[in-house]
């Protein structure tokens, strides 16, 4: 199989991704997921192969492969089953239902803003909101502990997921110029055109001998399949009305229906029931509109609800032999959550740059990615453009403190700003965590509360990332710069690992103790690199599915061991 | 740059009509084939809002409101973007962000313990018992204490102040730059779907449907020049 995919990255788009129609099930005149009224419907009680809980890109993407290979599957999503045509809108403050909304109480040292900012809902997950850069981890990211000397080590490492990256790359499809950093590799759509913005940022990195690189986006480069090009309207964060940029719903979606997967929308799981000798027998869930209770049946459980409502979802569990949640036995569960420190710099032109056309993700720079002794801080970062619309411009002129006439001066002004931003990698930490609030939702379950406080080497990271932000500015010839710290991204939170005492989940993705329990998203993460996760979620799942389908994963043993993979040099 | 020295807007409307894209007007390009229909109803839709009674916040709290939210978006005229009424819709409409910070209560519970903390300061410096009966500097001076979280006394002792301003200034920016009408005056291209972009390269960043920028001061400049917040 790896030969073959790394012959068709050769070949830049002309090979059809293996194992996957989904791009050319799509209707080419209306983007709407089309079959549902014909889609596979399961009864409460039908014991399933596999019930999946969250449709985003971890979850989407086991479903599809296990559909493929005969199982019977079923995906549980709290939001909507969206109608791009219908649903989404060219608009930052319309698109507020793509976003999960519902109450999350966040705090510590250096509190995270959710929501809009990093969580979504509906079937295909948070990937119908990311910017579309679908970069890869690099190899040193599952190793810094023992390379570094901070974080931990994975139990898998790079090359075991490098064929997943290079067919979920075709899957997207990822656009970009050849990558030199990391693993280089080649990508299966040529680059996208760059915009003022993007050639400005561009042509002063390199004078400072900054290598900027076109992508890594999934957005197509030109058709693929019913998927149409990309129209550059540049609201990629708003939802791809257009179907261009990679999400679940365009990339995986249609050919798990296809091949018999439901996805149930409206379905909010509440709890993960046990059965016969403490195994995974399926999941409670809510019916969001009538507030009804159900009960799915299942063989396997996989969850996928990201690193808020995982870890949650886990400790709501909780049951007899079970006090303190599923998987939690030593304390681990929501424990590690990361998010990356993701600040932008502004520069001022006088002439007009209108930031606002074309994808926010145009090109990036990983030159600054691993260790760098002399820089003072452990790991790195990359830099990225981003293009804010004017509500995210505006949060820019806040951060700087201005309101009333000054406010309204500096939104004037709008288009004569170019804005990049980085991806700090900051450390996975043990007090950085998810727990039960004493708060209930909507239907009386306990929300999430997510406690977060940066460390040394976070704020070395940042404030260094942002010096170069500045040179980058300066060397353009910007006459003035704003500033604004933020976040981005989630990831961990159910780290998998070696032993019980040192994860959540084993490298199979099963929960330690319940075999047929399996976490399938970004929450298993024990790093995070300086990489947006999406594609990095995507590929574990493909891994997963893979094993799973080889009958490589143990769902029987009374008690899932750890299998050491063979380490390639 | 004194607001004076702005032109006035020829074309469409903007806040308090000014701007610096006198000729542009984002509605022009409502047409169909430029912008699709989901968009057009949802951007449209807020045209009409101005009419809308007030569910959300209360009689007692609307002067405070008005006054609060004209001093931190300077408006101070009309044509204004309804932000007040926009505002209402969001709250009744139970529209939250999906977090809440441990240091302040709910964004519901927040607004109403702002605007109430508004008027206990306006009475505890100035004897008035409502925020809106001071003169703009005086409300000035409270919203810059809000913004440095240095209120104390009554319901700013009860949670994080700055925070707070943060809160409430956020959702405020979010309703005024969703509004066509602050899309004319920063010269904002709007919906792009399903006509997308034409030019947005080297080749010349302005489309041909687009305004340009008559009068292209430096914010950064003339805001430290003038002393401004």
């Known amino acids: 199989m790896t030969s073959r995919f790394r012959l068709s990255t050769a070949l830049k788009g002309a090979v059809r991704p293996p194992e996957n129609d989904s791009a050319w099930l799509l209707d080419e005149h209306r983007r709407a997921v089309p079959g549902l009224s014909s889609m596979t419907r399961y009864r409460d009680e039908d014991e399933v192969d596999l019930l999946v809980v969250g449709a985003g890109a971890g979850g989407s993407t086991l479903a599809q492969r296990m559909a493929r290979r005969g199982w019977r599957v079923v995906v549980l999503e709290a939001g909507p089953f969206w109608d791009p045509d219908r649903d989404w809108v060219s608009d930052e403050a319309g698109s507020h239902p793509l976003y999960w909304t519902m109450k999350r109480i966040t705090g510590g040292g250096d509190p995270v803003a959710l929501g809009k900012n990093n969580s979504g809902i509906g079937v295909g997950g948070s990937m119908i909101h990311f910017a579309g850069y679908m970069p890869r981890l690099h190899p040193s990211d599952f190793r810094t502990f023992s390379e570094d000397g901070v974080g931990s080590d994975w139990p898998i490492d790079y090359w075991d997921l490098k064929p997943h990256f290079e067919r979920c790359e075709m899957e997207a499809p990822v656009a970009g110029q050849y990558w030199p950093w990391g693993d280089p590799h080649g990508y299966p759509h040529s680059p996208h055109p760059a915009s003022l913005q993007a050639l400005t940022i561009w042509d002063a990195a390199h004078r400072l001998g900054i290598e900027m690189r076109a992508g890594p986006v999934g957005i197509a480069n030109g058709r693929m399949g019913n998927r149409p090009h990309c129209i550059y309207r540049g609201y990629c964060l708003q939802g791809c009305k257009v179907n261009a940029k990679a999400s679940p719903l365009t990339t995986h979606i249609p050919d798990a229906i296809a091949h018999g997967a439901e996805f149930r929308a409206m379905s909010f799981a509440t709890r993960i029931v046990l059965g016969a000798e403490g195994r995974a027998a399926g999941v409670e869930y809510l019916d969001v509109r009538t507030h009804l209770q159900h009960r799915q049946r299942a063989r396997v459980v996989a969850v996928a609800g990201y690193s808020i409502e995982t870890p949650r979802l886990l400790l709501n569990s909780a049951q007899a032999g079970h006090p303190h949640g599923l998987g939690n036995g030593h304390d681990l569960v929501g424990r590690g959550v990361m998010v990356q420190g993701a600040p932008q710099v502004a520069g001022r032109f006088p002439h007009e740059i209108r930031m606002y056309k074309a994808p926010p993700p145009e090109v990036s720079s990983e030159q600054f990615y691993e260790t760098d002794a002399r820089r003072g801080f452990a790991r790195g970062f990359s830099v990225q453009t981003v293009g804010p619309l004017p509500i995210g411009w505006a949060e820019h002129v806040l951060a700087e403190g201005h309101w009333g006439e000054s406010l309204r001066e500096y939104m004037r002004d709008y288009n004569h700003w170019a804005i990049m931003g980085v991806l700090c990698e900051l450390l996975p930490l043990p007090e950085n965590r998810v727990t039960l609030a004493a708060e209930m939702d909507q239907f009386g379950i306990p929300v999430a509360h997510f406690h977060y406080t940066q460390c040394d080497n976070d704020r070395r990271n940042i404030d260094y990332a942002k010096g170069v932000m500045r040179e980058i500015w300066k060397e353009a010839g910007a006459q003035d710069i704003l500033e604004i710290d933020r976040y981005a991204h989630l990831v961990g939170g159910c780290p998998m690992g070696a032993t019980p005492e040192d994860s959540v989940c084993n490298s199979d993705h099963q929960v330690w103790g319940i075999p047929n329990l399996l976490l399938a998203d970004g929450s298993v993460f024990r790093t995070q690199g300086s990489a947006n996760p999406a594609l990095a979620i995507q590929a574990l799942a493909s891994r997963l599915a893979d094993r799973l389908a080889r009958g490589l994963v143990d769902l029987d043993a009374p008690s899932a061991r750890h299998v050491v993979p063979a380490r390639r040099s | ?229």
């Open chain 2, 1 to 229: 740059l004194a607001r004076e020295d702005l032109p006035r807007q020829r074309r469409g409307i903007t806040p308090q009509m000014l701007g610096r894209y006198p000729d542009f007007d984002v509605l022009d390009n409502s047409i169909t084939g430029a912008w699709d229909d989901a968009t057009r109803g949802v951007v449209m839709s807020r045209l009409t809002l101005g009419q809308r009674a007030l569910e959300f916040f209360t009689r007692d709290e609307e002067p405070t409101l008005r006054a609060f939210t004209d001093l931190m978006l300077a408006q101070d005229g009309e044509p204004r973007v309804p932000v007040v009424e926009m505002l209402d819709l969001k709250y009744t409409e139970g529209k939250l962000e999906g977090f809440q910070y441990e240091d302040v209560p709910d964004d519901r519970l927040l607004w109403h313990e702002v605007l109430h903390g508004l008027d206990f300061s306006a009475h505890s410096r100035y004897g008035v018992n409502c925020f809106a009966d001071l003169d703009r500097e005086a409300q000035a001076a409270i919203a810059q204490d809000l913004q440095r979280g240095v209120l104390t006394g009554g319901p700013w002792d009860t949670f994080n102040v700055r925070r707070a301003y943060t809160v409430t200034m956020a959702a405020m920016v979010t309703e005024f730059y969703s509004h066509p009408w602050a899309w004319n005056e920063i010269g904002f291209g709007g919906p792009a779907y399903p006509r997308g972009w034409m030019h947005f390269g080297l080749l010349g960043a302005t489309e041909p449907f687009e305004g340009h920028d008559v009068l292209p001061v430096d914010a950064a400049r003339d805001t430290r020049r003038r002393g401004l917040p």
